[in-house]
């Protein structure tokens, strides 16, 4: 498991090992989502990085309109 440091200026240097499991890049922007005391980072993608990412998706048996509430 890695862990990262929050530096005086509140700032987080992610591991090397997770920046290019992820392809994370030099000035790339996050959003920052809080749930309870966790906080989780996700990586910005631009449309071109998504083309094809829900390919091969089965939207079988996913909630239809009707068991809205």
Not at 13 to 28: M, N, S, V, W, Y
Not at 37 to 47: D, M, N, Q, Y
Not at 49 to 59: E, I, K, S, T, V
Request: avoid cysteine.
């Amino acid at each position: 498991m890695s862990h990262a440091t929050l530096s005086q200026e509140f700032k987080l240097t992610i591991p090397k090992a997770i920046r290019e499991q992820l392809d994370l890049r030099a000035g790339q922007d996050f959003v920052i989502v809080t749930n309870g005391e966790s906080i989780v980072l996700v990586p910005k993608r631009s449309a071109e990085d998504m083309r094809g990412f829900m390919r091969r998706a089965n939207p079988e048996n996913y909630r239809d309109r009707q068991n809205r509430h």
